[in-house]
T-cell receptor
Framework: TQLLEQSPQFLSIQEGENLTVYCNSS?????LQWYRQEPGEGPVLLVT?????EVKKLKRLTFQFGDARKDSSLHITAAQPGDTGLYLC?????????????FGKGTKLTVNP | NAGVMQNPRHLVRRRGQEARLRCSPM?????VYWYRQLPEEGLKFMVY????????ESGMPKERFSAEFPKEGPSILRIQQVVRGDSAAYFC??????????FGQGTRLTVV
């Protein structure tokens, strides 16, 4: 069972369009992070959200943490080809008696020029 | 402050050989995670270590795989008697706590 479910799994859009990707769970997280990974590279941290209901903006990217701290969304405005990549969410939770960082499977975004 | 350093970036091994993957965490980070990634897939958790301790190895196969994070030196992920199915990208991440993690560029293991 995947602890963090990301949707959609794949998304292909045209430059200039808006999009939202989701990260959902039945578990509560003390914090949640979003990463972006480009082919051949390691994931790069974009943002960390900690407080339920928190909204953070990073240029054209808007991140929201759900009130119950179980889910999050990433909204991109006016997408550009440079936004292409694998977007991963990760949360800190207690699993198997230890606290650890777990990842969703990611949303692969392709922005076509 | 240098980022997470992984080496080698690329590693080719014949079936049956051993693979050693190294990860030097960011300065001041005492938490290290290892993840495995197959093409077109997300990151699969393997093991979580703190200095000299394995905290959670629930994602690591019980045979042929081992990991350590000694008091001095890098964290090592060791795969003995590699098989073709071990071919993947292996990523290491370090963290000052259990929250945000910073990743290395990965080691791409190819078993021929």
């Amino acid at each position: 069972t995947q602890l963090l479910e990301q949707s959609p799994q794949f998304l292909s859009i045209q430059e200039g369009e808006n999009l939202t990707v989701y990260c959902n769970s039945s578990s509560v997280f003390s914090s949640l992070q979003w990463y972006r990974q480009e082919p051949g590279e390691g994931p790069v941290l974009l943002v960390t959200v900690v407080t339920g209901g928190e909204v953070k903006k990073l240029k054209r990217l808007t991140f929201q943490f759900g009130d119950a701290r179980k889910d999050s969304s990433l909204h991109i405005t006016a997408a550009q080809p440079g936004d292409t990549g694998l977007y991963l969410c990760a949360g800190t939770t207690i699993q198997g008696g230890s606290e650890k960082l777990v990842f969703g499977k990611g949303t692969k975004l392709t922005v076509n020029p | 402050n240098a980022g997470v350093m992984q080496n080698p970036r690329h590693l080719v091994r014949r079936r049956g050989q051993e693979a050693r993957l190294r990860c030097s965490p960011m300065k001041g980070h005492s938490h290290v995670y290892w993840y495995r990634q197959l093409p077109e897939e997300g990151l699969k958790f393997m093991v979580y270590l703190q200095k000299e301790n394995i905290i959670d190895e629930s994602g690591m196969p019980k045979e042929r795989f081992s990991a350590e994070f000694p008091k001095e030196g890098p964290s090592i992920l060791r795969i003995q008697q590699v098989v073709r199915g071990d071919s993947a990208a292996y990523f290491c991440a370090s963290s000052p706590s259990n929250s945000e993690a910073f990743f290395g560029q990965g080691t791409r293991l190819t078993v021929v």
